[in-house]
């Protein structure tokens, strides 16, 4: 079962097309691995994701994409494999971990955030391995795990926000349970937090503003500038959010097990309920609250309710096997049956690669195309694009400015552009910055904007293009457009 799920997971991670916020994650470790982080480019999330890829960038520039997604599909391995470890630490059957930890993975979450280059899956390795390390803590009696629990959950907050109120879960367990322990638990957790979180202050010490900005500011106001501005307002709207929420948790398992753990506690009673299933109700609350969090809702925000969520249902099977025949065959009949939402999107990606080849294969030959052409018709390397994600496998140099992908740019007139050219950022206003040492091309043609979110972000580069009349190529995927300025290899 561990040798098909590297094969799935590798698998997914090759078929499973671009998501569009992978543009910022992969140009964030791109450059990281080449400048100090918010100091020298805008990156709009907490800085240990970038850093921990930055070397796979170094390693493989040809296979950038590829390398990184293979990482996340790792760390999805290794999330499922903690998971079941840190049931079996909780006293949990072999075979109850092991459908407890299956079932989370097979969740659609999971499944997305496993096969693409995003800040969800590293994070959610590191909490469950926090929560491997406080079950640890409970059942070995070793103060030090509790450190290391603190470590993992503060590391995980410095990779992604929403793990926050999963921290802070974890932490008011330890608190509360200091009347059985005292307080060196509750000390050396702390102690480990404030270590996990030491990373994201140095890159505040870096540079103060643009981290504020990145982190905080940007994800409190662009969202909601960009709907907005879109006419797709009513998006963000509270029912909406949590309609949107419950649907996410239906792609899978996750829904089921929660009402289902819900029906349990209640025919369970006023029983003593033992410290590692009370810390599973704690950190199931704070990931709940962690999915809930973040607007407008999205499918990968729910990975802090995933671990915790699993640990409680490994339980809750063990429990089930004193239940009739029936009732134990009609749960596993309902928690089977609720994982196939979430396992049809990849697999319907397995079958388009079967069939037509990996879209991320495929760009990483287009990226190359397109820096041969670049460097040919020009005798020179620097390229800007709102999709990053689609030259950085070419070798080409392209402009830090542009880091954040399409997302700072498109909500351009909420920032000043004495604080964009502060931050290293480009925005509508500051296009005009370019002719100041003009790139040798520009690519567009993948932000052309959606049926719910009709803005066309890259209009304005196309027009740019068109006045200082770059060359049009057509990219081989037939989406994309490669202006180039061949003036210079002219002279």
């Known amino acids: 079962m561990a040798v098909l799920a590297c094969l799935w997971f590798g698998l997914v991670a090759l078929a499973t097309p671009f998501d569009h916020d992978e543009s910022q994650y992969i140009a964030g470790a791109y450059f990281s691995a080449r400048l100090l982080i918010y100091r020298d480019f805008l990156y709009l999330q907490p ?72 800040n969800d899956m590293l994070p959610t390795l590191l909490a469950t391995t926090g929560m491997w390390a406080m079950l640890s803590a409970l059942t070995m009696r070793k103060r030090s795990f509790w450190f290391i629990g603190g470590l993992c959950f503060g590391l995980a907050i410095t990779a992604k926000l929403n793990f926050i109120p999963l921290g802070a879960a974890a932490g008011g367990f330890v608190l509360l349970d200091r009347r059985r322990h005292g307080w060196r638990p509750a000390i050396g957790f702390a102690l480990g937090g404030v270590s996990g979180i030491l990373p994201a202050i140095l890159a505040w010490a870096m540079a103060p503003a643009a981290f504020l900005y990145g982190v905080i500011t940007y994800g409190a106001t662009g969202p909601f500038a960009w709907y907005m501005a879109n006419g797709a307002g009513d998006e963000l709207a509270l029912g909406e959010k949590l309609g949107d929420l419950a649907k996410y948790l239906w792609r899978g398992p996750s829904l089921v097990a929660l009402v289902m753990l819900a029906g349990h506690g209640w025919m369970r009673g006023a029983h003593a309920i033992e410290p590692e299933r009370r810390l599973a109700l704690w950190l199931i609350g704070g990931g709940l609250v962690g999915a809930a969090l973040p607007t407008p809702s999205q499918l990968q925000y729910i990975m802090p309710l995933l671990p915790p969520l699993g640990l409680a249902l490994g339980h809750m099977l063990d429990d089930a096997r004193r239940w009739r025949d029936i009732a134990f065959a009609a749960m596993a009949l309902v928690l089977g049956l609720a994982a196939l939402p979430g396992l049809l999107p990849t697999g319907r990606h397995v079958i388009a690669m079967a069939r037509h080849g ?6 990483a030959a287009n990226a190359r195309w397109a820096g041969a052409q670049v460097r040919a018709l020009t005798g020179d390397d620097e390229v800007v694009s709102l999709s990053p994600q689609q030259l950085v496998d070419g070798g080409l140099a392209m402009d830090r400015r542009f880091a954040a992908g399409p997302f700072v740019y498109r909500t351009g007139w909420t920032m000043d552009k004495g604080d964009a050219r502060q931050m290293n950022a480009m925005i509508p206003a500051t296009l005009g910055d370019l002719d100041r040492d003009p790139p040798e091309a520009i690519l567009v043609g993948y932000e052309k904007g959606t049926r719910k979110l009709p803005l066309r972000p890259d209009d304005s580069l196309i027009a740019y293009a068109r006045k200082r009349a770059y060359r049009m190529l057509i990219m081989p995927d037939g989406v994309g457009r490669l202006y180039v300025r061949t003036a210079l290899r002219k002279r």
């Not at 999805?76 to 993975?105: D, P, Y």
């Not at 990996?358 to 760009?363: D, E, F, G, H």
């Open 47 to 118: 800085p240990l994701h970038s850093w921990l890829f930055a070397p796979l960038a170094l390693a493989f520039p040809a296979q950038t994409v590829v390398a990184m997604r293979l990482a996340t599909a790792a760390c999805a391995l290794g999330t499922l494999c903690l998971l079941f470890a840190a049931q079996r630490v909780a006293g949990i059957s072999r075979w109850s971990a092991l459908i407890a930890a299956g079932l989370m993975g097979a969740t659609a979450a999971f499944q997305f955030t496993g096969g693409v280059v995003r």
């Open 358 to 363: 990996s879209p991320v294969l495929a760009a």
